[in-house]
């Protein structure tokens, strides 16, 4: 009976002969598995990854509810997920709120504020602000949210000066010289900024930090600071384009005023709703003005009040489900944040399962061509030692023990493939992964952008599977020439010449 | 057993055998009633001309053939209707096989050609080492256990096959022209060492061969022709 190392050292002796054959195979069958691997390590990982940034980005929803009309599906839509669903739905509404569904939608038990998605820009905050980003707009909410999100420790401002909550995002950065991007302020605390008053233009539309770029032309792409003629040139052609649409003095009418900093958010810098109101109007009205100023004709007014949807703020937390379901009564549409970020989960979800099942294909088709070479491989093997299987058998090999010999030999191509593939696979996401990353933290304006720590991950459990499936599928695959070389006939073999 | 436990008298007894084939559906009878018998620790050429049968019945005696009819015993067993394990297990311990064409792995050195059989009984690495090495340096080739078949001569590789066939340290060995692939003078050394293996050990030897000049070496000659003993 031969022993299972001597098996091993035979049949890994007939594959070191055969060092092209068995290279080629095995990174063929390798490159299956790579593919599995590296796109389900991925899949997972930026499946992560994009739920932690969902979670990030629902820190930015500054209101308890969204409603909107209520409307039925279009029959023939497409599956939900998919974007041509979404433009398709989107073109069939038609539906709008108007006033008197906010009433209707205030009387509701529980309801705090309604109102509707306001902005108002161009503004510019008097801020020390070194963020690339533009802070030219201010978002409105009623003023009882704002008491809420507002520190307990800050002083309510004084009548004449603008409660104003500050995204917290636009004060941490800081640019690091040396590596050329933005990072979290080191002695960023809420407590420098909050309580501070700011001055607050309204209407001025020059409130780009303009002390930095990006540039994609150079060697490196990455943010640095603008020379100061770059600054100048960049102030004339700003001016040239504003001085196109508006009158020339415009610039000295943008509207100073003092806002205190009650409260940081994630984001979004909220001011009262009447204040963002206000602010509005003036903002059209100057416009107005200035195009009067220039000859132009006056643009008209708005298109009335209807809306495609409207904010809702909830006294207590606690009693938001319900509200919706008090809402939902009155023949409305609710999303919560909860119910938003579970929409955006789900299409995320179809769209990685779609995704996924592409790659499953490309790895299944490629590791299905391979389990071909590993047959092939293995036939031309047994053909190959067609002298060498009679010289077995002469001096004392059973029919099992070359079975045994030709199984393994397969077996350990299969296993050497699919650790190379799997180890690849791994390799491979977790480059891509980091290349991604570099990359996405080089373009980020934020150093707070949800970018996570990777972006792909190992599941055990589905690596042994694929690894196993890997070995399996080579044993079947090197089972018929196997079972030909144990069936060859002794004396044939033997009078074979190569 | 081995060549030193042999004992009684024949050691070889081939009664009435035959062997057909089928070749594009004619028959060809490559045996015709063969009887012979041969006694323990006796060195016999068998002698034909191509086609005769030689090799085949060389072949039905290691256990590679079954006869189509007729019986085999060999050291009192009869080899005629074994199972594929009994084959197998009976030319690993019982017989041992030089070939005209030497058949050594070439990758393999000359230790583990020679060690091959070995690997079937299930010995373990360093004894089979060991006994391979004995079995060299019988043949006179202990120092070159390192060297593959492509770095000997041909002489040499059929030294190194005699060692394998003798490593299993056997009672039969049978010689399919083993100096058919050989010049003159190594074919004087393959019969002094086959010779002198035969003597020393008492083992059996069958040497098939259409060279008439070996049959000085055998204690008797067995002639075929046509499938037949003459």
Same mark, same amino acid.
């Given at each position: ?390 010289v077995?058998?002469a001096v ?103 | ?33 063969? @009887?012979?018998?041969?006694? &323990?620790?006796? *060195? $016999?050429?068998?002698?034909? =001309? ?12 290691g ?28 030319r690993?311990?019982t017989v041992g096989f030089v070939f005209?064409?030497f058949q ?5 050195? @000359?230790?583990?050609n020679v &060690?091959l059989p *070995? $690997?079937?009984?299930?010995? =373990? ?10 079995a060299?340096?019988a043949v ?18 059929q030294r190194v096959a005699i060692a394998r066939a003798l490593v299993n340290r056997p009672?039969l060995i049978l010689a399919d022209?083993p ?14 060492l086959l010779?002198?293996i ?5 083992v059996?030897i ?25």
């Amino acid at each position: 009976m031969i022993r299972r190392s001597d098996l091993l050292w035979i049949a890994s002796k007939k594959l070191l002969v055969r060092k092209r054959w068995v290279l080629f195979t095995v990174f063929s069958l390798s490159l299956g598995l790579v593919i599995f691997t590296a796109s389900v390590g991925l899949i997972e990982g930026i499946r992560a990854a994009a739920l932690t940034a969902l979670d990030q980005a629902s820190r930015s929803f500054y209101a308890d509810l969204t409603v909107e009309p209520k409307q039925e599906r279009p029959r023939s839509s497409r599956p939900s997920g998919s974007v041509v669903a979404l433009i398709h739905n989107a073109s069939q509404t038609g539906q709008r709120l108007s006033a008197d569904d906010e009433k209707k939608l205030e009387r509701v038990d529980g309801v705090d504020a309604v109102w509707s998605e306001t902005q108002v820009e161009p503004v510019k905050l008097g801020l020390p602000l070194e963020t690339y980003h533009s802070m030219d707009r201010l978002t409105a909410a009623p003023e009882s949210l704002i008491r809420r999100i507002a520190a307990p420790n800050v002083p309510w401002p004084a009548r004449g000066v603008v409660p104003l909550v500050m995204s917290r995002a636009h004060l941490r950065s800081q640019f690091d010289e040396t590596a050329k991007r933005f990072k979290v302020r080191p002695d960023f605390s809420d407590a420098r900024y909050l309580g501070r008053t700011i001055d607050l233009w309204i209407g001025f539309n020059q409130s780009q930090n303009r002390d930095f770029r990006y540039d994609y032309s150079e060697g490196q792409p990455g943010f640095r600071r603008t020379t100061e003629k770059e600054r100048d040139d960049e102030q004339v052609s700003s001016y040239r384009n504003w001085r196109s649409r508006f009158d020339l003095n415009i610039f000295r009418r943008a509207l100073r005023l003092k806002a205190q900093i009650v409260g940081l958010s994630d984001l979004k810098v909220l001011v009262p709703l009447p204040f963002a109101r206000d602010a509005r109007r003036w903002i059209a009205l100057r416009n107005r003005l200035a195009q009067k100023a220039r000859g132009q004709p006056s643009g008209g007014e708005s298109s009335g009040d209807a809306v495609s949807k409207l904010l809702v703020a909830v006294r207590e937390p606690a009693a938001i489900p319900a509200v919706v379901g008090r809402i939902e009564k009155l023949g409305y549409r609710v999303h919560s944040r909860q119910s938003l970020i579970q929409e955006e989960i789900d299409k995320a979800a179809t769209a990685f399962k779609t995704v996924k099942a592409i790659f499953y294909g490309i790895g299944l088709t490629i590791f299905a061509l391979s389990c071909l070479l590993v047959w092939t491989t293995t036939s031309k093997v047994v053909a190959d030692s067609r002298r060498e299987i009679g010289v077995f058998r002469a001096v004392g090999a059973t029919r099992r023990d070359i079975l045994s010999i030709f199984i393994l030999q397969a077996t350990l191509l299969g296993t050497a493939g699919a650790l190379l593939g799997v180890l690849l696979g791994v390799g491979l996401a977790a480059g891509i992964s980091t290349a991604v990353l570099r990359w996405a933290s080089q373009q980020r304006l934020d150093p707070d952008d949800a970018i996570p720590a990777t972006l792909w991950s190992v599941d055990l459990t589905t690596t042994l599977l694929i690894v196993a499936g890997a070995i399996l599928a080579s044993v079947l695959a090197g089972l018929i020439p196997a079972r030909r070389a144990a069936r060859m006939d002794p004396v044939t073999a033997l009078t074979q010449r190569e | 057993m081995t060549g030193d436990e042999l004992s009684g008298d024949p050691f070889i007894r081939v009664d009435d055998v035959a062997m057909d084939y089928r070749v594009a559906n004619a028959p060809v009878h490559a045996l015709r009633r063969v @009887a012979f018998t041969v006694t &323990a620790g006796e *060195l $016999i050429c068998i002698m034909g =001309p191509s086609g005769s049968g030689k090799t085949t019945l060389i072949h039905i005696l290691g256990g590679l053939l079954t006869p189509t009819q007729g019986r085999v015993v060999v050291g009192g067993r009869d080899i005629s209707h074994l199972t594929d394990n009994e084959a197998s297990a009976y030319r690993n311990s019982t017989v041992g096989f030089v070939f005209q064409l030497f058949q050594l792995m070439p990758y393999y050195d @000359a230790i583990e050609n020679v &060690a091959l059989p *070995l $690997i079937f009984s299930g010995v =373990p690495a360093p004894v089979r080492r060991e006994r391979a090495r004995e079995a060299l340096t019988a043949v006179g080739l202990g120092h070159r256990h390192s060297h593959k078949s492509g770095e000997l001569s041909g002489g040499e590789m059929q030294r190194v096959a005699i060692a394998r066939a003798l490593v299993n340290r056997p009672c039969l060995i049978l010689a399919d022209e083993p100096t058919g692939n050989l010049d003159r003078d190594a074919t004087r050394t393959i019969m002094v060492l086959l010779k002198q293996i035969n003597t020393g050990s008492r083992v059996t030897i069958l040497v098939v061969t259409h060279n008439e000049a070996l049959s000085e070496y055998a204690h008797r000659t067995i002639r075929i022709e046509s499938g037949e003993l003459v």
